[in-house]
């Protein structure tokens, strides 16, 4: 779930079928359970409909939790992480587990990094302020923790191949859904 939009719908169609939902956040759906008999294939078909998909797998969840926390923080302004606080030191904090434990795990099913991933979610980010236009660069590397204008420049660069200024005049609309974010990518 990646979008407000999301949580609602799983809520929705996990009440549709009778289960008593206590909370709903992105990537996370806690029921109470009143009977000991859980319908899985009920649940997964549920939710496949819509587009999800129940993660039973505990690494899996892992991943889903990384991705979840990146994205609150870079495209919903969760405000968990301390503008001080690097990914992986806050990370660790959220999940639990060493911070190599988690990238190797990340890496070797998602085939890339998670600093790629970081990377790519704030260049998504800054080409949807830029298309806002509501904000400069300058405030779009500060709110995205960036060292400097020039840093944000050459990354969006690289992976763009147009600087964002470029990107802006031509108002490109190039914008990946923040799930697809994970296949672009690999491209960096």
Not at 44 to 68: C, P, V, W
């Amino acid at each position: 779930m990646v979008c407000n939009r999301c949580v609602r719908v799983v809520r929705e169609e996990l009440e549709k079928i009778g289960l008593n939902v206590s909370k709903v956040e992105l990537g996370i759906a806690t029921i109470n359970l009143t009977g000991d008999n859980i319908q899985y294939d009920i649940i997964q078909n549920t939710l496949q409909k819509e587009g999800f998909e129940l993660i039973e797998d505990h690494r899996a969840s892992i991943i889903e939790r990384i991705k979840h926390l990146i994205i609150n923080e870079i495209h919903h302004h969760k405000g968990e992480k301390l503008a001080s606080q690097n990914f992986s030191d806050f990370l660790v904090k959220k999940i639990g587990y060493e911070y190599s434990y988690l990238s190797n795990l990340f890496s070797s099913v998602e085939k890339t990094t998670i600093e790629k991933y970081i990377i790519a979610q704030k260049i998504e980010r800054t080409k949807a302020l830029l298309l806002n236009g509501e904000v400069n660069l300058s405030e779009i590397a500060w709110q995205l923790d960036y060292s400097s204008v020039a840093h944000l420049s050459n990354q969006f660069k690289q992976i763009e191949g147009i600087s964002p200024s470029e990107f802006k005049r031509n108002n490109q609309n190039t914008r990946l859904s923040i799930d697809a974010v994970k296949n672009h990518v690999s491209l960096i």
